[in-house]
């Protein structure tokens, strides 16, 4: 290179000694135009726009509720030289898409998970091995590592975290001859709160999941959980030790019978539903996630006093377990632009743009961060939103949750428990012979 300039230089001089308009040092205007071409200065070259594919479940549009001024807006704006692009998926077809662009290699650069979705297309090989770029600094302010966590390896990032708890209708608890004041604090007592709203106010005092594809198993978890016992177990079969669905242990025939105890003062129907009869004063109890909030305070004003209680506990064990998601962010392995979708990725995640996606939400979801509730909105809240949310800090901070083990066919298993379960609360299926069943069919789905 110093080769060719020295010549390059030697060459010019020459061309300005035969130049007729020499006239010293000055310069023309014609000779002020600025170096164009392969030999212009690289100082002078505007940097390189890098353009990233975000595919997510947000509003990203002018809907009120949009995160496009806080996710992509303020990025780009300290970052101009990426571009964001952002796709919006639906919940109910999002894996497919996401399958099928991974499939014809067209995957996105940064890419939004449910966190129950990580174990089937991190077996695949479809996303990046994240380890190698979080430091310890970074890993320290998070949590819930474990959601995107396989052997050894982080497949996926911490960004909005989501767990469950008992919405409670205060009302109704008073008008049952309760007090509002000493909600249900044990599978007894919330077997004789559900008792006492479904006698005395006429409307079911609690709710059993079942009805729906994914919410059903993980509301028969919690209890699975609580009782000691756990959603994938070792038995011996034959002699071997078989990973196998943990249906049929002890623990899940006692949160079995306990839910068929509580069925006569419940209904039995999907979140959706339960939902909606909640808002409208016609159930007591229900286990929900934060995202009730919004929707109360948008259909949900003929309720004028309920609230968010941690999940009765077990009486034998003394444990409460509520079902713990979260929406993680992961980068496909197909994705040229790794340096900057990472960059993009901690943007997102980092704790107070996560805090104010959540604020747009109603906080149905919050940042992943172990210093969440210590921010001032949570502490010193100063709206009904905030201060009911805080359940879900501290339920959290009490590592009272469960989460699936991240396995390539943990959907499928899933599913085939929600089918257990409608079995038996809707078309009355004995527990054994619906647990028999379910443990024959999932041992036919592999698991690792």
């Known amino acids: 290179m110093k080769k060719y300039l020295r010549l390059f230089s030697l060459c010019l001089a020459i061309l300005m000694v035969l130049s007729l308009g020499l006239t010293g040092c ?62 919006k998926l639906g919940w109910g077809d999002g894996f497919a898409r996401i399958q099928t662009a991974i499939g014809a290699g067209t995957a996105p650069d940064v890419l939004e998970l449910g966190s129950t979705w990580v174990g089937a297309f991190s077996d695949v090989g479809a996303l990046t091995d994240l380890t190698k770029l979080i430091t310890p600094e970074t890993k320290n302010k998070f949590i819930n590592w474990n959601l995107g966590e396989k052997d050894g390896k982080i497949y996926a990032f911490p960004w909005a975290v989501g767990t469950r708890a008992l919405a409670i209708n205060y009302d109704l608890v008073q008008q049952a001859g309760l007090d509002p004041a000493k909600p249900p604090k044990d599978w007894n007592e919330l077997k004789a709160y559900a008792k006492a709203i479904k006698e005395k106010c006429g409307v079911p005092g609690f709710n059993i999941a079942a009805g729906d594809a994914t919410g059903d198993y993980q509301f028969f978890g919690s209890f699975l959980y609580s009782a000691g016992g756990q959603m994938i177990v070792k038995k011996d079969v034959n002699g071997k030790s078989k990973e196998v669905v943990g249906v049929t242990t002890d623990a899940a025939k006692k949160a079995l019978n306990f839910l068929a105890d509580i069925k006569p003062y419940s209904s039995c129907d999907n979140e959706a539903n339960a939902q909606l009869a909640f808002a409208n004063n016609k159930l007591g109890m229900f286990v929900v996630g934060a995202y009730q909030t919004g929707y109360m305070a948008k259909d949900g004003k003929a309720v004028k006093n309920w609230g968010y209680e941690m999940i009765p506990v077990n009486p034998e064990t003394g444990k409460s377990f509520a079902f713990n998601g979260a929406e993680v962010l992961t ?44 921010l001032d909105v949570f502490k010193n809240p100063k709206d009904d939103e905030a201060k009911r949310v805080g359940k879900f800090i501290e339920i959290a901070k009490a590592g009272a949750t469960w989460a699936p083990p991240i396995n390539k066919s943990i959907e499928d298993i899933g599913m085939r428990v929600s089918t257990m379960m409608q079995e038996i609360f809707l078309n009355n299926v004995s527990i054994d012979k619906a647990t028999d069943s379910c443990e024959k069919d999932v041992s036919k789905i592999w698991l690792k």
């Open 26 to 87: 000055g310069s023309s205007k014609e000779t002020d135009k600025p170096v164009t071409g392969t030999d212009a200065p690289k100082a002078t070259e505007a940097p390189k726009q890098t353009t990233l594919q975000w595919w997510q479940f947000w509003d990203i549009g002018d809907e009120k509720t949009s995160i496009k001024a806080k996710a992509i807006d303020e990025f780009t704006k300290k970052n101009p030289n990426i571009k964001i692009e952002a796709t």
């Open 331 to 374: 980068i496909p392995e197909q994705c040229k632009n790794k340096d900057a979708a990472f960059k993009y990725l901690t943007y997102l995640a980092d704790e107070s743009t996560a805090l104010d996606i959540s604020k747009l939400c109603a906080y149905s979801i919050l940042p992943s961060t172990k210093t969440v509730g210590d």
